[in-house]
């Protein structure tokens, strides 16, 4: 019998319908040339869905998915939809109910890519942000006293609790020793918030007693964000909380090059419920249903679903296709200075996917 894996498709809005079927066309190729199956289930939720229901999905939606091993989604989000509807009515519960406490962002230069940063190569960008997805500074804790006086004030709490702490460290040190360079960086402001990330670094120094084979170090966020710009090559790892995270997990993926490339992953990795795989990018109205947008996001998101499902060789077989198909010449689309289609890069990732 085949191994098979239960996929969840959720395409959503704008270039995610356009996407979504190239990764597809990826993965069937992986399957097919690696001896899985994937059985694929597809909801048509989206802001489209919203404007004919009122809702983004059905009540029932997380139940639904739920039944699935792994969410391979395109973009949420259209003009005209606030944020709070579009992303509170179907990303943000899957992440809290699926637990999806790591969010992962790997930032690699692909050869034949600009990086912003000049003269930089491939060797000197390939770096992972390992991000805390549920806790930290984004908590719904905190007050609005005396509006509209003088004396008004706001206030919003952290809250970093140990079990939170532990399980991203613990996720990042495995990643850590899973990659040649062993090194893991942990991002820090101990020397401003002075509760939260001494207790962060305590915890992270704690862990690091577990991986000697690790080489660690860590920064403050603000001369972090510098070091990414000026020393990318400095980082194998990097851990941080679920706001600092947010910030360098936007800024990671730019200084790797296009946005059109960068893929991520929200994971639950005791597989307790799914996880869920989708580009960095968003829905693009700009260059919706024009057929140009760039699908490598949405492929390589898919060698990281292929990652967690453990199809190890598939999921390389699809990065190392994506890396030969940009060094030698391929086909490749407008944000990367080629003219080529969508339809045309995921056919040809396809083909070198399934030739082996
Ligand atoms: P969101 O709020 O949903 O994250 P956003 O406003 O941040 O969306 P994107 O939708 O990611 O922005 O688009 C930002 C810019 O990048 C747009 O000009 C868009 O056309 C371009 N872009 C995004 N994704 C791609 C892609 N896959 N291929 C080519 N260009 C892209
Ligand atoms: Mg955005």
């Not at 059985?39 to 983004?56: F, I, P, Q, R, V």
């Not at 939606?61 to 709070?84: I, K, T």
């Not at 992440?95 to 912003?116: E, K, T």
Request: hydrophobic share 40%; with cysteine.
């Amino acid at each position: 019998m085949a191994r098979k894996h239960r996929i969840a498709v959720v395409p959503g809005d704008g270039i995610g319908k356009e996407t979504t079927p190239e990764g597809l066309r990826v993965l069937d190729a992986a399957a097919r040339r690696f001896g899985f199956e994937l059985e694929l289930t597809h909801y048509d939720w989206s802001c489209e869905t919203y404007a004919k229901t009122g809702k983004m999905m059905p009540d029932d939606g997380l139940d639904q998915l739920r039944q699935s091993d792994a969410v391979f989604l395109g973009a949420v989000g259209w003009p005209g939809v606030p944020d709070n509807v579009s992303l509170w009515g179907l990303l943000i519960p899957m992440r809290r109910d699926f637990d999806q406490y790591i969010s992962l962002r790997p930032c690699r230069l692909m050869p034949g890519v600009r990086s912003p940063l000049a003269n930089r190569t491939p060797a000197e960008i390939d770096f992972v942000v390992v991000r805390e997805n549920t806790e930290g500074e984004y908590s719904s804790s905190g007050g609005r006293m005396f509006r509209g006086t003088e004396r008004e004030f706001v206030t919003q709490e952290s809250v970093f609790t140990r079990t939170g702490c532990d399980r991203v460290m613990k996720y990042a040190f495995e990643l850590a020793m899973k990659r040649p360079r062993k090194k893991l960086t942990s991002a820090t402001k101990s020397n401003g918030i002075t509760f939260t990330m001494p207790y962060w670094d305590e915890r992270f120094a704690e862990m690091a007693k577990a991986y000697p084979e690790i080489s660690t170090d860590q920064f403050h966020i603000d001369i972090l964000c510098a070091h990414f710009v000026q020393h990318p090559d400095w980082f194998d790892v990097v851990v941080a909380s679920n706001l600092f995270g947010d910030i360098l997990s936007d800024l990671g993926p730019a200084v790797a090059g296009s946005i059109g490339i960068a893929p991520s992953a929200n994971i639950n990795p005791e597989r307790k419920h799914p996880s869920m795989f989708e580009p960095v990018h968003g829905s693009a109205p700009d260059i919706a249903g024009k057929g140009v947008a760039n699908p490598i996001a949405q492929i390589w998101s898919g060698a990281l679903m292929l990652e967690h499902l453990g199809e190890h060789e598939a999921a390389a077989a699809v990065t190392d296709a994506i890396e030969s198909l940009l060094s030698e010449g391929g086909p490749r689309t407008r944000d990367l200075g080629g003219n080529a289609g969508t339809l045309e890069v995921g056919k040809a990732l396809a083909e070198v996917v399934g030739r082996g």
